[in-house]
């Protein structure tokens, strides 16, 4: 087994970015705004986290019920099929 020192040495480390985009553009995460949710969502229709995208809780928050309401109305899909 691999001991921590260097499992932690083998962890990636994830550049975040500084900023948050809805904080920035001032505006808000609306399921109506589609070009703005896609940038948030992966190629398989998953909701990127906060980690990899850099927005605040808050607004990360109100993307998911955007998301998922705009899901639910056919502007996006719920998956990505091959």
């Known amino acids: ?12 480390r994830i550049i975040k970015p500084k900023f948050d985009y809805f904080e920035k553009n001032k505006i808000i995460p609306d399921y109506k705004d589609i070009e ?14 906060r980690m990899y995208t ?17 899901r639910f109305l056919g502007l996006l899909p719920f998956k990505v099929s091959a």
């Open 1 to 12: 087994m691999k001991s921590n020192k260097n499992r932690r040495l083998l962890k990636k």
């Open 36 to 49: 703005n949710i896609r940038k948030f969502v992966s190629e398989r229709g998953k909701i990127i986290g």
């Open 54 to 70: 850099g927005i605040s809780q808050k607004n990360q928050k109100l993307l998911g019920i955007a998301v998922k309401r705009a």
